[in-house]
């Protein structure tokens, strides 16, 4: 039954309307920044790696299954960041994988840094529709006759603000609209393609003593066909090692969350999500880890918190 339900839900992805998100989901979105936002590239003033995965909506065979890892470093005086991605998105029977090169022109302002980012890529799209049981009695399915194997390239842009404690972000990482079936359709109800999404990223640190900082963030998502989401957060930092968290995404989920500076170099973070709508009854949650690295410390060299 469970695989069942799953099945029937990627089908409609192909032969109805879409209206739900096509970009990967991340609960820990502020701190794998590079993988919705190019201009993010370089704004730690480090070299730094962060690796993430994602496993959506335990106990749900076919459930959604993201591994991404990103790498950026600022170049020339800190007036440019590079970064890549390379990234893994499977759900059902669909996989998406790739990787994105980003570049960042930066532009040193009075108390902060504004970036403007480039992104362009490739990837490989499979669907294997042909093992998808179909519960009719009419004649075969012209959609679910042949398996996908489609190659895609993708472009993307962004803008991002930061300070020592503020952020404030806009990017489109998908402006090109890839067809993902293979046949040709003059219907506006049957899906067609890879849709455009917007993200709207911000947040702030507000020091609440020598040992207390209390970090809100949201993420605003669009995109065409599906209502607007939105993640709100609100982490606790204890002496800059230690954090915990909360968040609301809207309609969908709630979210604890928590991270470990483990040393100058080493972020570990763990989140849990419990969905808020039927699906709950169905999985027992969806878990994401993060690991993030940042390369080129001097040993004994005191480094200011960066909180984004």
């Not at 507000?206 to 995109?223: A, N, Q, T």
């Amino acid at each position: 039954m469970k695989r069942s339900l799953i099945l029937v839900f990627i089908a409609s992805l192909f032969v109805g309307k879409v209206n739900a998100q096509q970009e990967a989901m991340y609960s820990q979105y502020m701190f794998n920044t590079l993988a919705i936002n190019p201009a993010y590239a370089g704004s730690r003033n480090i070299t730094s790696a962060t690796a993430l995965y994602r496993s959506q909506w335990v106990g749900i065979d076919g459930a959604p299954e993201t591994l991404t890892f990103t790498i950026d470093a600022p170049l020339n005086n800190k007036k440019i960041g590079l970064g890549l991605q390379v990234f893994s998105d499977k759900i059902g029977v669909t996989q998406n994988s790739g990787a994105l090169l980003s570049y960042a022109y930066r532009i040193r302002m009075e108390t902060g840094t504004l970036s403007f980012g480039l992104q362009a890529g490739y990837s490989q799209y499979r669907a294997a529709l042909s093992s998808v049981p179909l519960n009719t009695y009419s004649s075969t399915d012209v959609a679910f006759n042949s398996d996908i194997n489609k190659g895609l390239l993708n472009l993307g842009t962004g803008i991002y603000y930061n300070s020592d404690r503020f952020y404030i972000g806009l990017s489109a990482p998908q402006l090109l609209n890839n067809q993902l079936n293979n046949f040709t359709v003059t219907n506006d109800n049957v899906f067609r393609g890879q849709a455009l999404h917007l993200f709207l990223a911000s947040g702030y640190v507000f020091p609440l003593s020598e040992d207390f900082d209390l970090k809100p963030s949201v993420l605003i998502k669009g995109v065409k066909g599906a209502p607007i989401q939105a993640d709100l957060n609100a982490n606790l930092w204890i002496k800059q090692v230690f954090s915990i968290g909360m968040q609301y995404r809207t309609s969908a989920d709630l979210a604890a969350m928590m991270e470990v500076q483990a040393s100058p170099q080493l972020r570990l973070g763990y989140s849990y999500d419990r969905s808020t709508t039927k699906l709950v009854q169905f999985n027992s949650g969806s878990h994401e880890i993060m690991l993030r690295y940042e390369f080129g410390f001097e040993k004994g060299k005191t480094i200011s918190p960066r909180y984004f």
